[in-house]
């Protein structure tokens, strides 16, 4: 009697154990609704997957650079997971940010000796870039990148890394630091 008691007993131990533990997401669920958002720019909803919310970077680029994420494509190579961190491999395929501004660039070299202010200039700039970004003929990129991500309350968060930035926006941040010098 008492074998079936402490059998009973540890049937019950098992099955409120089973309906009570919180079960984790994969963290592809959360590399998917991150792709699904900047793929509908909405950049704050993308912004709140990663660990730290503060960083504007793919508001800014998104909104700099209009459609820079609408050839956006990526493929999960690669996921690992240990404990509360976790890697995922992604080849990500954008536009080739530093070939457009190459061709925006070899172009610009003849506007400044046009008779036209600094204000037009920079508007004529930006509109070329977000035009030539969005042409059917766009040069494309394909980057592998490995985002990490973290484990906080039972949900994973992103860590915006640069690598992790740079390839999502086919160079724009080696193209800052490299060409422009900014960090």
């Not at 590399?31 to 504007?56: G, P, R």
Request: with cysteine.
């Amino acid at each position: 009697m008492k074998k079936l008691v402490l059998c009973f007993f540890i049937l019950i131990m098992i099955f409120v154990s089973a309906c009570f533990t919180e079960q984790v997401p994969p963290p592809g669920e959360t590399v998917e609704a991150f792709f699904a958002h900047i793929q509908a720019e909405e950049y704050f909803e993308a912004n709140q997957l990663f660990l730290n919310e503060s960083t504007t970077f793919l508001y800014e680029v998104g909104m700099e650079y209009s459609g820079i994420f609408q050839n956006l494509s990526y493929e999960n190579i690669l996921e690992y997971v240990d404990d509360d961190r976790a890697y995922v491999r992604l080849s990500i395929s954008t536009v080739d940010f530093a070939k457009v501004m190459e061709s925006v660039i070899s172009d610009a070299f003849f506007w400044v000796f046009r008779e036209i202010s600094v204000d037009e200039l920079y508007e004529l700039i930006k509109d070329t870039l977000i035009d030539r970004i969005a042409a059917d003929d766009v040069t494309m990129t394909e980057n592998e990148v490995l985002m990490k991500l973290e484990l906080v309350n039972g949900e994973w968060r992103i860590l915006p890394e640069d690598e992790l930035l740079d390839g999502l926006s086919g160079g724009v941040l080696s193209f800052r630091e490299y060409v422009l010098g900014w960090e």
